[in-house]
Each structure stands twice: as C-alpha cells, then as structure tokens.
C-alpha cells in the first residue's frame, strides 16, 4: 500500500467516524434514525466529486453509485457494500477518533476513560500490526469501524478505480446502507436498484476473512395463559403462567444448545426475552444454526418443552410460533463458489492468508444471496466492534482496497454467477 492510499484511508475513517449514524432498533421510521444520512449526503458529494456516475440519495437512504466498466467485453457488474450505521449496544456520539501512529506493539490506553485499555497481549491481530497506524476511540465510546472501515475503504477502491482506467473491470457498484445493525436496511433495498451480478460485504472483522456461510435463523414465541384468579381464593383454581414459563425454561438446559455452551459450527436455541403477569406470559427465543435439519430439532426441542409443560397443567394454554429470519447463504452459494473461490483468490493477490469462517449470526448478504444475488463478507479492518475497544488498522484497511481492487479484475475474466432462486 502507498502513502496516499493510507492518509486516505486513514483521513476518510476519522470524518466518518465523527459523525454520529446510530440506528435505532425501536423505530419504525425509514431509515430508522434520521442522522445516518447525515454520513450519506457526504458520501453522496464525496463519490460525485471523485467521478462516479449516477450517484443518488434514495428515498430510504441508500447511497448508489457506478464506477463506468473499463473493459469492452461483457463482464459481470459486481457490487461493494459498507453500512454506515453503528450499533446501539454501546454510546455512539461525540466520537473522538485517537491515530496512533507508528505502534510501538504496547498496551493502548485511552484518554476518555482509562481504565479501558487494549492490550496485544490477549490480542494477537493487535500485536501484529507493530509499526503500523492504529485508530481508536477514547475509550467513552466505540469507534464505529464498524462499519465505517469498510465506507472507507470502498470510497478509497472508488477513487483509484476513477483515477486509473488502465485497471480492467467491469461495471462495479457501490453501496452504502443504513440499518445493517437493526437488520432492517437491506429489505428496503430492490435488487433492481443495486443493478449487479454478484455482490460483497466489506463488513468482516479478522484480516483474510471471507464469508460465505451464516447461520439459518429462525425466531420462536411461546405464549402461555394462565388461569387469573384473586390470589385470597385462588386455591385449586389458579393457573400461574409465570410459573409455568419457568418451567419451560428449566426443561430447556436439558438440550443442552445455548449461546453460552456452544461455539463453532453448533447451533442453539437461546431465550432474548421473557414477560408475563400470572395470568399471561411470553417467551421470545431465536433458534440458530449452519444446517437446516438441525435447526428444525432446535424448533421441535421447544415445541416439546412447551407440550410437556402443556401436559403438566391441562388448564393451561400453550402455544409455540416460529417464524423464518433468514438463511445460510451457503444453500444458495454452493451452486456456484466462484463468488466466494474469487474472493479468496483476490484475497491471496493482495498478499494476505484468506481465513474461511462461518459466522455466527447474519449479514446483509444472508438476505441478498437469498434474494438472488450471490453475496459473501470480507474483512475490513476492524477488530472489538460494539465496544470502547473497538479498533482499525489503516494497513488491513489497504489490504481490502487492494483485495477488491483483484476481485474487479479478476470479474472481468469470468462468465455472471448462476445463483438465482434454489
Ligand atoms: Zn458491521
């Protein structure tokens, strides 16, 4: 990576950090919060300036644009996207990005709060980048790398692909999205609009990573009512759902699949929220996992718990409603890898191991590559996102510019994917 390529991308992640884009999972409005178009009607200005075409602010704000194809032949449209809202699992305004240049490889301790440190010790991607530019919060807040790295570094990719037609590729897109962290942008998002025949998230955390399979997911609500009755003249006649949800809870530990006993490729069923009075409760689970047959076990492992439970008190009512979230893009990759055999490719030209990692959760590919549009996750930078210790190196971000840069190329030698429909 050069100088230039580096103060950019160092230059452009502390703007944006700047900005407060948080979403808000509790509103309806679209985009969910008013001020992550804020970053897009900079984003917006910034491409038109580079040299982008059709350029536009949607109505549910999304940030499109088109680098023009350089070569003749026909070569597939690849689409670049980045999210520009940030979590709300943690204070997110007045971000005071710190550069720390030239890291020395020791402990980092932030100014806001010092007490939060980050230390190379328990963090070996940290250690690894000794000599390099680190940029964090101060420690009050997170960063918001996440996912504002990869803004950076597509708008970076953007600017050289602009400035240097002598870079075969075909047309390229490029995507801004609001509400990645709500999970409620990429719905509002018309394959139509985004125009391209594959697609990549630059939203990945270690430095290589390339995704291309989620989990399945699978939301669960389990509604007990009771029997109410005054407390003084209840005996024999009340029907307590409160006590009754416990012991659904109790009975769950015996399948032995929750967030916190799982890990690598198993999947789990895990309680987010529980409410009730005697008369009436509810318990909301979200069920997850990579294959779809043991993600239905984790549906029948609560459905039976909810008939036991049913069985125990008759006078009970107990019902169990599951709803499909999303898919493990794999089911619709796997027909083609080429998308994801590319981007591992591009990764390797860049000079980096490419690291292949299931995720455990989901991404705004999950629901693209559903959709039709074949669209794995790379790395972009950022390390701890949703917390003060949040971190980006400016060199991994290069190493994303220069892997999308190789995968644009590398597209422009190659037939259009084949993952419509399955
Ligand atoms: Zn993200």
Redesign the pocket.
């Known amino acids: 990576m050069n100088e230039t390529m580096a103060k950019r991308l160092e230059e452009r992640l502390v703007r944006y950090a700047r900005i407060d884009t948080q979403s808000d999972e509790t509103s309806e409005t679209v985009p969910t919060t008013a001020r992550q178009l804020d970053l897009q009607r900079i984003l917006k200005a910034e491409l038109e300036d580079l040299g982008a075409a059709d350029v536009e602010l949607n109505a549910a704000g999304f940030v499109l644009a088109t680098v023009p194809a350089t070569v003749r032949r026909a070569a597939p449209t690849v689409a670049l996207l980045a999210?520009v809202d940030t979590?709300s699992d943690f204070a997110a305004s007045g971000v005071k990005p710190i550069v720390h240049r030239d890291y020395r490889g020791g402990v980092l301790t932030l100014p806001g709060d010092p007490s939060v440190i980050i230390d190379p010790a328990k963090e070996p991607a940290l250690a690894a980048r000794r000599g390099g530019t680190i940029i964090t919060a101060d420690g009050t807040t997170l960063l918001g790398a996440?996912?504002k790295a990869?803004v950076a570094a597509i708008v970076t990719c953007a600017e050289l692909l602009l400035a240097d037609p002598s870079i075969p590729h075909g047309r390229v897109r490029l995507c801004f999205t609001p509400d990645?962290?709500t999970g409620t942008g990429i719905g509002h998002l018309t394959l139509e609009e985004l125009a391209a025949d594959v697609a990549y998230t630059l939203?990945g955390e270690a430095l290589g990573e390339v995704t291309y399979e989620t989990f399945s997911a699978d939301r669960a609500v389990l509604r007990i009512h009771g029997v109410a009755i005054h407390p003084g003249k209840a005996k024999g006649r009340m029907v307590n759902a409160l006590t009754l949800a416990a012991k659904v809870i109790g009975l769950l530990p015996q399948y032995a699949r929750s967030p916190e006993t799982t890990a690598g490729r198993e999947g789990f069923i895990h309680l987010v929220h529980l409410q009730g009075t005697a008369a009436e409760a509810e318990l909301a689970f979200i069920l997850r996992d990579f294959e779809l047959d043991e993600l239905e076990a984790h549906g029948e492992a609560l459905r039976a718990a909810a008939d036991a439970v049913a069985k125990l008190e008759p006078r009970a009512k107990v019902t169990c409603t599951i709803t499909r979230q999303y898919r493990n893009m794999r089911y619709w990759l796997e027909k083609d890898m080429r998308p994801a055999e590319l981007a591992l490719e591009a990764v390797r030209r860049a000079g980096v191991a490419p690291i292949e990692v299931p995720v455990r959760g989901g991404?705004d590919g999950s629901q693209l590559t559903e959709r039709g549009l074949p669209t794995p996750n790379l790395f972009a930078g950022?390390h701890n996102?949703h917390g003060p210790q949040e971190w980006a190196s400016v060199e991994e971000m290069g190493r994303a510019v220069e892997t999308c840069i190789h995968l644009v190329r590398l597209w422009a030698e190659e037939g259009p994917p084949a993952a419509k429909g399955r």
């Open positions: 999210h979590a996440d996912d990869g990645e962290e939203d991404t950022v996102p």
